[in-house]
T-cell receptor, first 114, second 114 residues
Framework: AQSVTQLGSHVSVSEGALVLLRCNYSSSVPPYLFWYVQYPNQGLQLLLKYTTGATLVKGINGFEAEFKKSETSFHLTKPSAHMSDAAEYFCAVSEKSSGDKLTFGTGTRLAVRP | NAGVTQTPKFRVLKTGQSMTLLCAQDMNHEYMYWYRQDPGMGLRLIHYSVGEGTTAKGEVPDGYNVSRLKKQNFLLGLESAAPSQTSVYFC?????????????FGSGTQLSVL
């Protein structure tokens, strides 16, 4: 069965600092991996996804993530945090055999300090 | 372009009452999903539909029923509400499934069961 684990339910960084949100996955077949972001009182929006091909994936708002099969990881990074990045971030995994269903992690709330 | 619209946005029920949550999308999407979001647990799939007239169970289907009589609408019903169903409910849709295409989310329904 597919699953994802997000390390750290809360992360706080200073504006301009590196953002690193951790995600490890478990999957019996090559996974499809996603990062979604949820701003306050809104639904989720797709940041980026990895399906096949290049393991470094670039998304919106300057975020990127790298698929590392040997580490079963898909960590999300951004070189320089902005105040507007404050939100909750969800890692998700999907397998073709799962009927196109996503399994979400428990989320990481990112706070950005001035 | 409204995207995914959920009705109502807030609701308070007493234990044992019934209600229906409505999700409407205007993007001609085939796939629709109902998730619940609880603190520390991320999003969990309740039911989903891969097309008009079809429904399937997700991870936490007990206590809920769904119908997809029209392609643009996906209804989530609670026949006899319980306090454990207090949650934020999100509807989502996609063209060809969550693996290949991003999910479009509604803004959520906050449900409290007393």
């Amino acid at each position: 069965a597919q699953s994802v684990t997000q390390l750290g339910s809360h992360v706080s960084v200073s504006e301009g600092a590196l953002v690193l949100l951790r995600c490890n996955y478990s999957s019996s077949v090559p996974p499809y991996l996603f990062w979604y972001v949820q701003y306050p009182n809104q639904g989720l929006q797709l940041l980026l996804k990895y399906t096949t091909g290049a393991t470094l994936v670039k998304g919106i708002n300057g975020f990127e993530a790298e698929f590392k099969k040997s580490e079963t990881s898909f960590h999300l990074t951004k070189p320089s945090a902005h105040m507007s990045d404050a939100a909750e971030y969800f890692c998700a995994v999907s397998e073709k055999s799962s009927g196109d269903k996503l399994t979400f992690g428990t989320g990481t709330r990112l706070a950005v300090r001035p | 372009n409204a995207g995914v619209t959920q009705t109502p946005k807030f609701r308070v029920l007493k234990t044992g009452q019934s209600m229906t949550l409505l999700c409407a999308q205007d993007m001609n999407h085939e796939y629709m999903y109902w998730y619940r979001q609880d603190p520390g647990m991320g999003l969990r799939l309740i039911h989903y539909s891969v097309g008009e007239g079809t429904t399937a169970k997700g991870e936490v289907p007990d206590g809920y029923n769904v119908s997809r009589l029209k392609k643009q609408n996906f209804l989530l019903g609670l026949e006899s509400a319980a306090p454990s169903q207090t949650s934020v409910y999100f509807c989502a849709s996609s063209t060809t499934g969550a693996t290949n295409e991003k999910l479009f989310f509604g803004s959520g329904t906050q449900l409290s069961v007393l």
